[in-house]
């Protein structure tokens, strides 16, 4: 059972370099999410999407994109990259309802440089 | 507003001692749903229980239980006889509703052997 599976767990990027989150899952999920994790902070929700094509700004979308084209795969989009953007990055997803909470993926831990 | 606060930014214990974390929440939906979550040292974050708010009755997993009481909006998460294996930061979350999770700040939990 693959779950969540995010790529890559680890990215040094330049400051103004462009990069993208991959995030996969195979429980058939409807909903899927992209959290931030600073360092000693909880998390911060960047977008969420509850369907192939739907997706919605979440507390800190701000040089941020997603897209959401089949139920698996909600990638992550990083546009010119700040230092402010040096975080942890979970993408999760669940059922509707969250019976059984997020299954969160591993995590993709960024340095903007 | 959805707010979760967890008052507790670390916590040192030492091995079999019982250990409670606290978390308080606001929010003005009447329906709703309260999660913990364990992030160990590993980095992942692994769910440890879902509450509705029309459930008050007390939990109770093997060394785990958690305390809801709705008229002091607080979701408390009692570890008792702690071991080493149980150190991790620990993060409270709300639903209120539809599909999204608020997050506390969570807590850092050390239990010395």
């Known amino acids: 059972n693959a779950g969540v599976t995010q790529t890559p767990k680890f990215r040094i990027l330049k400051i103004g370099q462009s990069m993208t989150l991959q995030c996969t899952q195979d429980m058939n999920h409807n909903y899927m999410y992209w959290y931030r994790q600073d360092p000693g902070m909880g998390l911060k929700l960047i977008y969420y999407?509850?369907?192939?094509?739907?997706?919605d700004k979440g507390e800190v979308p701000n040089g941020y994109n997603v897209s959401r084209s089949t139920t698996e795969d909600f990638p992550l989009r990083l546009e010119l990259a700040a230092p402010s953007q040096t975080s942890v990055y979970f993408c999760?997803?669940?059922?509707?309802?969250?019976?059984?909470?997020?299954?969160f993926g591993s995590g993709t831990r960024l340095t903007v440089v | 507003a959805q707010k979760v606060t967890q008052a507790q930014t670390e916590i040192s214990v030492v091995e079999k001692e019982d250990v409670t974390l606290d978390c308080v929440y606001e929010t003005r939906d009447t329906t709703y749903y309260l999660f913990w979550y364990k992030q160990p040292p590993s980095g992942e974050l692994v769910f440890l229980i879902r509450?509705?708010?029309?459930?008050?009755q007390n939990e109770i997993s093997g060394r785990y239980s958690w305390n809801f009481q709705k008229s002091t909006s607080s979701f408390n998460f009692t570890i008792t006889a702690s071991q080493v294996v149980d150190s991790a930061v620990y993060f409270c979350a709300l639903n209120p509703g539809g599909s999204r999770l608020t997050f506390g700040e969570g807590t850092q939990l050390t239990v010395n052997p």
């Open positions: 509450r509705n708010s029309f459930d008050e």
């Open positions: 999407s509850v369907g192939a094509g739907i997706t």
């Open positions: 999760a997803s669940s059922y509707p309802g969250l019976l059984y909470g997020y299954t």
